[in-house]
């Protein structure tokens, strides 16, 4: 499994409102459609004000195959706000996620 993080900083209350509605309602269907999808959270700290995304994929080829609409997404992000994020792309190593422990 490999997961892509996508990471912004400086993310205003505002660009967060705006920004979780993109991520739920134009990034994710188009992610979910994709094959390989294996998962997504994303995280928050208002503190700091960050945001990060992570994706799961089932290998390395689809993590790679999905990049295109992730970036599609990403360049229409940058122009509404300026922002332009880091990202990283991990090999799964390990995960633990008991059953029922999400929500």
């Known amino acids: 499994m490999y997961s892509r993080v996508v990471r912004y900083e400086g993310v205003s209350e505002d660009e967060w409102e705006i920004g979780a509605g993109w991520f739920r309602y134009d990034y994710l269907p188009v992610a979910m459609e994709a ?20 994706t799961l994929w089932k ?8 990049g295109e609409a992730l970036r599609q997404h990403l360049d229409k992000w940058a122009e509404m706000t300026g ?21």
């Open 35 to 54: 094959e390989g999808f294996a998962g997504a959270y994303l995280f928050r700290d208002r503190e700091g004000e960050v945001t990060m995304s992570v």
């Open 59 to 66: 290998d390395e080829a689809t993590a790679a195959g999905s």
């Open 83 to 103: 922002r332009v994020p880091t990202i990283q792309t991990f090999e799964v190593v390990h995960a633990e996620i008991p059953t029922g422990s999400t929500g």
